[in-house]
């Protein structure tokens, strides 16, 4: 007992050194911002080069931490997520922030005419980034990249379910970065709270939905902008195409970091009548991709006893309100992590269970049966707005009533989760999976400050619109304007 008390107080110790350290590198970084505050085209790929080349130079010791963090981690999805992932985000602003850099020129009003009007985008300052553990390194490298193009400062808050992908992130960012360019805080839960209390010009929050409400509330004490990336049931709807196809693509989208996925497919959405096959095809398709479990190095464990505890809890609950579960392999309490979970489809599930309350995210995969599409759609409609949406063997028809009639944050059209790596489109959620977008133009444009601008020249006859009014011209451009009325 005694024990345990010391252990909080050390975490505790430990919490407070590192607010300390983040309020002077907060200072020390708005410091140098404000006697820099526009880096240069140059300067800015500068940086991003750099991170390119911390990327590829630390991969393995990127995949070697993730996976000392999890229990297993397959380093294949380490190096094609969290090391290829920032790195094709870095690659692309690289690409674009010259033409993403340049003022934009805007129509003045015809009564303003021949002056000038544009926009001009400003760093905002200080972003703060705060990643969660699922992909530690892209979930905080990716907006470190979109905060750098913007030409800011950045400090990220890594999460303490993966401490040793937390400590590597900083030893390697200070390799390249001054700290008061880009700096690293770690810590606990009190350490996240008293990160989200500073006052940054822009924070940047990967986590839930439940989270992602405790941050815009903190941040709104200093009037914070914020991105938040948050999650949410996002549904699988399954046509009347190809049933295996579409089975081994939402397997997939469930066994890649062991459904540990922001995009994860949550749910499956078929058509009356195919449960039973789908649920055949997900049980071959599991096999396919994961032969064996327990010990296998390309599947992924759930990252901690507590969440894989929430998971059975998940499944016993479902089981004891009439649900049948349908394992795909012997769960996994020998070998490896003692975490690597077979994946669980679940049928004759309602809304009723925790199971189709509450985010998955893990090896369990709920089928619901409709009846129509208009019958999906509606629900789809009558939970959460997801952070995606998947159409799998659609019609032509049906795509186009998903794509106009479903709320999500994104879209996959026959599969999952890769609009997510298009670092040219935005990513982001609606309603409860979030607000704001980062990746591409619009990481750009969210983490800079448009400020428009209007330029006077020496013969604009400003004297119209001074007093004493109602002068001939004034008159006559009011009426062309407001009408007769005036
Ligand atoms: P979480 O919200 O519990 O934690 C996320 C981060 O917030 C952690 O780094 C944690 O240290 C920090 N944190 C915890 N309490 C905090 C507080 N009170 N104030 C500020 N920060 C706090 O999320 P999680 O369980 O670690 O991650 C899973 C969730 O994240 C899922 O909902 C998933 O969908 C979502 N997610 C979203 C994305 C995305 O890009 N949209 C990506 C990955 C995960």
Excluded at 152 to 164: A, C, D, G, M
Excluded at 313 to 322: R, T, V
Excluded at 369 to 375: I, P, T
């Amino acid at each position: 007992m005694s024990n345990m008390k010391d252990q909080d107080h050390l975490v505790d110790v430990a919490d407070a050194a590192q607010i300390e350290r983040m309020h002077a590198l907060l200072a020390r970084q708005r410091a140098a911002a404000a006697a820099q505050p526009f880096p240069t085209l140059a300067q800015r790929r500068a940086q991003l080069d750099k991170l390119i080349d911390l990327l590829r130079r630390r991969q393995d010791d990127i995949a070697a931490a993730i996976h000392a963090d999890f229990g297993v981690r397959s380093a294949s999805e380490s190096k094609l997520v969290d090391v290829m992932g920032p790195l094709l985000e870095a690659r692309h602003v690289r690409s674009h922030l010259r033409r993403w850099m340049r003022p934009r020129r805007r129509a003045a009003e015809l009564l303003f005419k021949p002056n000038r009007a544009w926009v001009q985008y400003q760093p905002k300052g200080v972003v703060g980034i705060i990643g969660t553990w699922n992909f530690p390194v892209y979930l905080t490298l990716g907006p470190l990249a979109a905060a750098l193009g913007a030409g800011n400062r950045v400090l990220i808050k890594t999460s303490e379910v993966t401490p040793r992908t937390g400590d590597l992130l900083r030893e390697m960012l200070a390799e390249c970065f001054s700290e008061d360019e880009v700096a690293v805080c770690g810590g606990g839960v009190a350490a996240a709270q008293a990160f989200n209390a500073l006052p940054f010009d822009h924070l940047v929050f990967t986590g839930s939905p439940r989270v992602g409400r405790e941050v815009m509330r903190a941040a709104a004490q200093n009037l914070t902008p914020v991105t938040l990336e948050l999650g949410g049931k996002s549904p699988a709807l399954v046509g009347r195409g190809n049933l295996q196809d579409a089975a081994l693509r939402i397997t997939h989208g469930k066994v890649f970091n062991c459904g540990q996925v922001c995009v994860s497919p949550d749910y499956a959405l078929v058509p009356r009548g195919q449960a039973q096959a789908f649920v055949d095809a997900v049980h071959e398709s599991f096999t396919r991709l994961a032969p064996q479990v327990a010990g296998n190095a390309d599947y992924t464990s759930v990252v901690t006893e507590r969440h894989a505890a929430r998971l059975r809890e998940l499944l016993a609950d479902a089981q004891a309100q009439g649900a049948r579960l349908w394992p795909c392999g012997p769960s996994d309490d020998t070998g490896g992590s003692g975490r690597q979970m077979p994946l669980t489809v679940v049928t004759q599930v309602n809304r009723g269970m925790r199971l189709m309350q509450e985010e998955l995210f893990g090896p369990v995969l709920p089928v619901v049966e409709y009846d129509s599409l208009d019958d999906a759609l509606a629900y789809v409609a009558a939970g959460e707005r997801p952070l995606a949406f998947y159409g799998l063997g659609l019609s032509g028809a049906e795509e186009a009533r998903v794509l106009k009639e479903s709320h999500s944050g994104g879209v996959s059209i026959n599969d999952w989760g890769w609009h997510v790596f298009q670092h040219d489109l935005p990513f982001g959620g609606v309603g409860n999976s979030g607000m704001g977008s980062y990746h591409g133009e619009e990481g750009f444009r969210e983490l800079s400050h448009a400020k428009g601008v209007f330029k006077r020249y020496r013969w604009f006859p400003v004297q119209l619109f001074y007093p004493p009014y109602g002068n001939l011209v004034q008159r006559l451009a009011m009426r062309w304007y407001l009408g007769r009325g005036h």
